[in-house]
């Protein structure tokens, strides 16, 4: 029997460590999509519940159970938190519901985020419907100049995303931190300033009188309509 040659044996390793890498990586993709499974549904409970005080050892179970270390489950919070930002604007063709504005908020206080990590959880809900609309936010108009309605229906998107940025981004937060992260998430359009507040006002506007409509108290509605006032303030400056 002739003998093994070492090139031989070299590229059974190599082989062999290629498959049990590629082996690794698939098992970690299923662990990190089971802990996210595991993280939604405990996320869902907890609002479901009302949050509260119990929250914080609600989430320490899931933490438990899935087994990821503080630094490896601050990331996996923060990409729900984006996840769920991104189907909120694809949710209703760029309709903007007030319950939205509520339910983001509380999401962001469920997973105990800190101000910078929403930032990156919006910005990478930002470049994810970028990724997805881009060919109709780059292109509006479609042959002979006319409105593309999947163009108009992105740019709607566009408008939730920001307004709703702004609003997650206000909530106990300087208001040099809600510039800095509204600015991230700007850059990823493209967008100037004026031009990020305009949109951000244009649906901040019928949004608030929506919401007065709605408001049976006059304490409630001379609030809501000091915070319309504050927000068209500060989007004009």
Do not use: C
């Amino acid at each position: 029997v002739p003998a093994e040659q070492p090139a031989a044996r070299a590229g059974v390793a190599v082989t062999a460590a290629a498959v049990t890498a590629g082996a690794a990586v698939q098992l970690n993709k299923a662990a990190k999509k089971s802990a996210k499974k595991q993280l939604v549904l405990g996320v869902e409970n907890v609002l479901r519940s009302g949050g509260g005080d119990g929250a914080e050892k609600k989430l320490a179970a899931v933490q438990a159970a899935v087994g990821l270390d503080d630094k490896a489950f601050e990331e996996l919070k923060v990409e729900v938190f984006a996840l769920y930002a991104q189907a909120m604007v694809f949710a209703t063709k760029g309709e903007v519901h007030r319950k939205e504005v509520e339910d983001l908020t509380a999401l962001k206080r469920v997973l105990a985020l800190s101000g910078a990590a929403t930032g990156t959880g919006m910005y990478e809900a930002a470049r994810s419907v970028y990724s997805a609309k881009r060919v109709w936010l780059e292109e509006p108009s479609g042959a002979g100049g006319d409105v593309d309605p999947d163009a108009q229906a992105a740019q709607k998107e566009l408008d939730k995303l920001l307004f709703l940025a702004d609003r997650v981004f206000t909530d106990g937060e300087t208001d040099e931190a809600r510039a800095y992260e509204n600015a991230r998430v700007w850059r990823v359009f493209g967008l100037k300033d004026a031009e990020a507040r305009a949109r951000v006002l244009s649906v901040a506007l019928p949004f608030f009188r929506s919401v007065v409509k709605k408001v049976v108290s006059s304490k409630d509605r001379a609030s809501v309509v000091s915070g319309m006032q504050a927000l068209v303030q500060e989007t004009a400056e």
